[in-house]
């Protein structure tokens, strides 16, 4: 019999461990010490003076690297001084870094700085280093940096590479314009909410506009905008947001946009956790769990919280398994909104059946055999068999069907079915746990599937699919599942 219960807020997920504690040093103006001449000094010497410190070299016999950056610095001035570094060299530092061969050398110099509470880094000797660099995406102001903790720098530079072939060049300038205007944007009177919308537009022409420059007539028609939304802009907004079947690589990008400006997210029991880590940190995560033939929280509960919250002027985020459109009760929840005023949107998702289709390597429809695709539920509103199936379409013969909760009503509905005309010999399979790493199925005949199910007691959430193109393709996927799921049984 299923329970009730009421919408819980999910404790935060815990930091993982870190290797190392990526911090952006602020350096303008202030004074750095290096010691070495080498042409790697010469490039720390480039990116202190990139941010903007005042670069003390110490180096008796400077490379020709090191004297043409000392020649034409970034930005920060870069001061030559022959001869070797003393430990009152480091008073007054916010940063050391040293260029040294030998370890003696490289302990004296960590030691002296780390006496004067300067933090050190010596380049190529990490047992010596307080910090490390990284490899560097630059648009300033926007700065990416990457560690691998010095396991593999050659990784880090690889990941570098992919990252500026993503990022356009011109995300700095919009990252500029956003300093520019941030204390405009707060003069502006435009309230909290406002200043947020703000924001978000901006967001959002910079990301499809990387290259082009951002102008005063751009800032101008933002400002503009916001203060044509009038009160509108106070309230807040619900989206419906399909968290896929499992796999957090199956998110859409929209998705994922969603998940990272949302306030507060409203998740089921079905929304694998992975997916969660796609969302804001500061996001409150709220479980309103609802799964079959168990507790499950109320849907007009649902629709009430979702409703305040909004008109809080928070934006939430309604996180559900698979679609949110395909057995999902968008439709209730959307109508919550609309009888609110409150504006809501939907973000599709992969529907289970899409994503085990693909795990599989399964057609859902093929020109030769299946030019139907059809979506049931194995149970209606009370739990039980839904009456009102079209059962001369689930003996359809050329037609691929994907059923829904199936797992307590699966043997009375192929029973119907059969009776309507199903061949029992139809290829059938039941997939648990969609597209996760846990996937695992289970194939057969649908005439002897219910049985087989029952025995193998396979996790939620279950799909059963059948047709002509489910044939040997999911019994060899299916072999490998069941014995699988033994495994883990065994074990």
């Known amino acids: 019999m299923s329970g009730e219960r009421k919408p819980q807020a999910a404790p935060p997920a815990r930091m993982a461990p870190l290797a190392r504690l990526p911090v952006f040093l602020a350096l303008e103006g202030k004074r750095a010490v290096l010691a070495g001449g080498s042409a790697a000094a010469a490039w720390k010497a480039e990116l202190l003076s990139a941010a903007g410190a005042h670069v003390d070299v110490y180096a008796p016999e400077p490379s020709e690297e090191l004297l043409q950056v000392a020649g034409d610095p970034p930005q920060g001035a870069i001061v030559l001084h022959r001869r070797a570094w003393t430990a009152s060299d480091m008073r007054d530092a916010a940063i050391a870094i040293g260029a040294f061969e030998t370890d003696d050398d490289a302990a004296a110099f960590a030691q002296a700085a780390r006496a004067a509470g300067v933090p050190v880094n010596v380049i190529d000797k990490p047992a010596f280093c307080d910090f490390a660099f990284g490899a560097i995406v630059n648009r300033s102001p926007l700065v990416i940096g990457i560690s691998t903790a010095g396991a593999a720098p050659v990784f880090a530079q690889a990941i570098r590479a992919k990252l500026e072939a993503l990022l356009p060049n011109g995300f700095g300038a919009w990252a500029a314009a956003a300093l520019r205007w941030r204390d405009a944007v707060k003069a502006s009177g435009l309230p909290f909410a406002g200043r947020r919308k703000f924001w978000q537009l901006f967001t959002a022409h910079a990301v499809t506009h990387a290259e082009s420059d951002p102008t005063q007539g751009d800032f101008d028609r933002f400002i503009a905008e916001v203060r044509g939304l009038g009160s509108v802009v106070e309230n807040g907004s619900v989206t419906l947001v399909g968290a896929g079947p499992g796999d957090p690589e199956l998110l859409t990008l929209r998705a994922v946009r969603a998940l ?82 409150i504006p809501v949107e939907v973000v599709p998702g992969i529907t289970a059946a899409q994503g085990a289709a693909a795990r599989l390597g399964l057609p859902l429809t093929d020109r030769g055999q299946a030019r139907r695709l059809q979506y049931v539920t194995g149970h209606a509103k009370d739990g039980q068999l839904p009456q009102d199936l079209n059962w001369k379409g689930l003996a359809d013969p050329s037609a691929t069907t994907a059923i829904y909760m199936p797992v307590k009503t699966l043997g009375a509905l192929v029973a119907r079915a059969l009776a309507e005309g199903l061949d029992p010999a139809t290829p059938a399979i039941a997939i648990s746990r969609a597209t996760r790493p846990d996937q695992a199925e289970v194939s057969a005949p649908i005439g002897e599937l219910p049985g087989r199910l029952a025995a193998a007691d396979l996790p939620g959430p279950v799909l059963v699919m059948l047709g002509p193109t489910i044939g040997a393709a999911a019994s060899v996927e299916a072999a490998a599942g069941a014995e699988a799921v033994a495994a883990r049984r065994r074990g």
């Open 260 to 341: 990272q400006s949302a306030d507060v997210i409203l998740f089921d029991d079905l929304v694998s956790r992975d997916v969660l880590d796609f969302a804001r940190r500061e996001a409150r995560k709220m479980l309103v769990g609802k799964t079959g033939f168990g507790p499950s929280c109320k849907q007009e509960d649902i629709n009430a919280l979702m409703v305040s919250l909004a008109r809080q002027g928070k934006r939430v985020v309604r996180l559900k398994g698979g679609d949110p459109l395909i057995f999902g009760r968008a439709g209730e929840e959307i109508d919550a909104c609309k009888a609110a005023n």
